[in-house]
Every structure is written in C-alpha cells, then in structure tokens.
C-alpha cells in the first residue's frame, strides 16, 4: 500500500489529504479564525487547560468547566474518575461526579473533543502528552501499549524497555510533591519524573536510543507545565499541542509514507524543521509542491470533498450508496443500481454489498461521522457472503484511527456499528442547513464559500503577478472577509504579493463569486 500526504495552507484555512493507492481516505481541515484558545483557528484537542468548576450535576454524572473558550467545557465522570475521593462506585462501575470535583475548584484538564454544533470541548482529568513514539500519562503508572501492535514478541520487548526506563527514572528523581497544585497534578516532582507511557506503533521500527529521547522530550514538556502552574491564571491555556502541519507529520507519515507533498514554503521549511528533529527518517521525503497547478488538483481531491458533501456515492460496479445524517444517527442505504455482472441474485448482491462495505468505511472516515451508524445492505442468504462483508467493513475500521465496533448482519440485512466521534463532521464544518428549504437540505457556509474565493485569488495571483485584484461576492461573504481584515485578509495580502479589492455583488446567489484584474 503506498501511502502519501499532501498539504494545502491557504490564508483562511489547512486542509491535509491522506492518500492511500492514489485514493483520498482522510480529510483533516482546520480553519484559521479569532479563537480563545491561544492559537487562532487549530483544534483545540490535546490542549492542556488549568480551568475551574463551574458547576456539578450530579444526575448527569457531569460537570461543566470554565477554560477559556466561548462555552464552558464537559467533564463526564469517566473522564474525571482518576480525581475520585475513595468512595462507592454506581452501577456502570463510576464513582459519583461530586467525588471527584466541587463548584470552584480549579483543577488541570485536556481537551479529548473540539467543540461541535453549541456543545462545549469534552474534557479530561487524565492529561496526557502524545509524542512521536509514546503518549506520556502523568497520571497513571506503568505501560500501556496500542491496540494495533499485536504481535505478543513486540508487546513484551516494548514492555519490557518502557518498564525498565520508568524505573531507572524514579530510582534517579526526586518525586518532591507540590501541595498547592490542582490535585491531578500534584503527584510528580516538578522536574517532571514519574508517571506511565502509552506506547505507539512508530515505537515498532525505533530504536531503544530513539525511545528514550522520544520519552525525554515528553518529560519536558510536563516539566514546563508544571512550572507554568506556579503563575498562572484561572483559566488559561497551559500546553497547545502541534499545529495541524506538525501534528500530520507526527500522527500519520510513516515507513509506508512515499512523501509528503507541501504546497507552502514556510510550511515546508517548518515541517523540515519538526522532521530533522523528531523524525529524521522522513526528511528528505517532505517535499515542496513547486507546481502552479492546484495540489488538490492532484488524484481529483476536490471532486471527492464534493462527493463526500452529498448523499449519494457510486460503487465502482453500477450501484450506488445513499448517506443520511440525523441527530440520532447516521444512516446507509445499499442500492445495486445497473450492477447485472453476476450469474445470479446471490453473486450480484454480495459483490455490491461488498463494495459498498469498503466504500462505507472510507466515506466514514472522510466525513468523520461517528456515534451510531445503521447500514442496510442487499439481502443475502449465505452465510459465507454475509461474512465476507463484515470482514470488509472490520478490514476498513482498522484502517481508522477512531475506535469502531461493528455488529453481526441482523435477518433483516442490517448492520449496526458504533464509531467514536472525535471531530466536527465535514458535512457540518463546510455546509448548514438551508433557510429556504426549511432545514430539509444542506448549502456551503459562508466560510466555506470564503475560503475557496481566497483560494482562487492565490491561484489569480500566480497567474498574473503583481497586479491588483478584485474578488466580487455575495453581501455575506464580504462582511465575513472585513470581519477578518486584521488576520486572513492580511495574511492572503501579503501571499498574493499585491491589492485584493472586495467588492459585494447582489445579482447572484450565495455561492457565486468571480475573481478579476482590477
């Protein structure tokens, strides 16, 4: 399987493909705007908050937490079970939400959720730093390793170091307390010592020295959060994890990752940088995107965000699957379309079916759909067949990194299957619910709409230099780029190298926009 990464930074927004044999399979878009996270624009998932209680509802087994974005974040009882006061658990083996914190207690917290639609960041106590290698856990002792390292011979050689470096560490530190600390972050010494690791899959083909530094790095970085503690403001960001170019290159380039395609200069020239340093094995295969053609343009990047943007996919043999989002679940419909390949009834709706399974986890995971999802295949009586098509949608749940359980097919030929929600849907970042429809259709936001006009202003720009431009659009639009005049709209300035004139146009539609030499 050949794997590549390209990398789109525009003024408005970064958008990263992860490729695999020429086809899309993942989407991480994140938008640059005025945020109160301390970093405009990027997920606020893995950021470190100290934040204060605002209140507990204990019949939510929940609390709400103050950390400095626009709504206050959630802590459910699971997440903040590692701050329990010894008391009796209920009956889903959690102990009571007033156990574990109060009204006005300032306590640490990290954000595991960005917040979606008018719901907050999920929160939780158990902090943890993700590094190349590991995921230092402050909290928790000993080691814990990924799901998708399964050989038993690499589980006990990972084990084995991680356990023997964690002692050496306490033996060697002085595991000092400090007493006015937020209790969750009070158990290690302020040089940083102590704790457990989760150890990732790129932990495989490193080695023991790699490991080890990989692990240092770690240990800092609590060191330095812990330090901040000392002064700082309730509440506040204490740790932002890695801007999206960095955290691609930690998260997901690998030895099966050809290259890393980067059609920004500064970003390349950053990305370089985090390699050589963390990841020196994958320098040379960042490269820079010199090309004026579109990098998106490349393996028609742009026609399968549209694709995942509406209802209706094409399976590769005639048929076809329908995709409906309610708040309750997600909905698939399987269609055999023109498909009349097989020699019978049975032939023609497994091969469909089974198609349709593969397309199903790659529309999934390009979408970010999670919570609950129901697919309603062709009906099949084999039980051979019924098993090959939840062998192909386990085989596409492997391939995500989202936790996903997957339920036997029902005598009705349905399919039930649950996939952790991690991110704000692509529907739902790019798309609203249409005013004029009454809701019943979905139409491109105004940001969506912005970001491609800044887009094909750069793109102008390139084909004629220097010359002063002028982008029309609709009334929206233009008051969404003034609003940002201080930020993107002198950011896709000084990229384009000359003038951008907005001027509002009000004989077309929403989405119409035209970008011309003034």
């Given amino acids: 399987m050949q794997k590549e990464v390209l990398i789109n930074v525009g003024a408005g927004e970064t958008r990263v493909a992860l490729i695999e044999d020429a086809r899309l399979q993942d989407l991480i878009l994140e938008r640059k ?32 937490v103050e950390i400095g974005l626009e709504r206050a974040g959630f802590l459910g009882a699971r997440e903040a079970q590692c701050l329990a006061e010894l008391a009796g658990y209920d009956e889903d083996g959690l102990p009571p939400i007033a156990r574990c914190v109060h009204e006005g207690e300032i306590i ?58 964690i002692n050496a560490d306490y033996e060697s530190g002085d595991n000092h307390t400090d007493k006015t600390a937020p209790k969750n972050a009070n158990g290690f010494g302020v040089d940083g010592r102590g704790g457990g690791y989760i150890v990732r899959t790129a932990a495989l083909s490193a080695s023991a020295e790699e490991i080890y530094e990989d692990a240092r790095y770690l240990r800092d970085a609590w060191r330095e959060i812990q ?27 690998d030895e099966e990752t050809s290259r890393v395609l980067v059609d920004d200069f500064e970003a390349f020239n950053e990305a370089r940088r985090y390699a050589k340093v963390h990841m020196p094995e994958a320098h040379d295969r960042i490269l820079m995107h010199k090309s004026d053609f579109p990098i998106f343009e490349l393996y028609d990047i742009e026609y399968e965000i549209e694709t995942a943007l509406s209802e209706r996919v094409a399976l590769p043999h005639g048929g076809w699957i329908t995709v409906e989002t309610t708040e309750a679940l997600t909905a698939v419909d399987v269609n055999s379309g023109s498909y009349v390949g097989g020699a019978g009834l ?23 759909i999670g919570g609950l999802i129901v697919i309603d295949f062709i009906h099949m009586d084999d039980p051979a067949n019924i098993a090959s098509v939840i062998e192909a949608l386990e085989k596409g749940a492997e391939r995500s990194r ?26 739902r970042l790019m798309t609203e619910p249409c005013r004029p429809c009454h809701g019943h259709g979905r139409i491109r936001t105004v940001s969506t709409i912005a970001n491609d006009a800044i887009r094909r202003a750069e793109s102008e720009a390139r084909a004629m230099p220097g010359k002063p431009l002028v982008l029309q659009a609709h009334p929206d639009v233009i008051s969404w780029l003034e609003a940002r005049n201080g930020t993107i709209m002198g950011d896709i300035r000084g990229r384009i190298g000359s003038s951008l004139i907005l001027r509002p146009e009000t004989r077309h539609g929403r989405d119409y926009f035209v970008v011309s030499p003034q």
């Fill in 33 to 64: 705007d005025e945020d109160s996270a301390g970093r405009a624009g990027h997920s606020v998932i893995g950021n470190i908050y100290l934040g204060r209680v605002q209140r507990v509802l204990p019949g939510m087994q929940a609390a709400f």
């Fill in 227 to 253: 330090v901040k503690l000392q002064s700082a403001k309730v509440p506040s960001a204490l740790f932002l994890d890695l801007d999206p170019v960095a955290q691609t290159l930690r998260d997901h380039v």
């Fill in 346 to 368: 049975e032939e023609t709706s497994v091969r469909t079916n089974v198609d349709a399974a593969r397309e199903i986890m790659r529309q999934v995971r390009l979408r970010g």
């Fill in 402 to 427: 989202a936790p996903t359980q997957i339920s036997g097919m029902s005598e009705f030929g349905l399919v039930e299957m649950t996939r952790k929600r991690v991110r704000e849907p692509l529907a």
């Fill in 108 to 165: 640490l917290v990290q954000a595991v959720k960005d917040p979606i639609g008018d719901k907050g960041a999920r929160l939780s106590a158990n902090v943890t730093i993700p590094g190349r290698m590991l995921v230092h856990v402050p909290n928790q002792s000993g080691v814990a390793l990924s799901r998708r390292i399964d050989k038993e011979e690499d589980r006990e050689r990972l084990t084995n170091m991680l356990e023997d470096m």
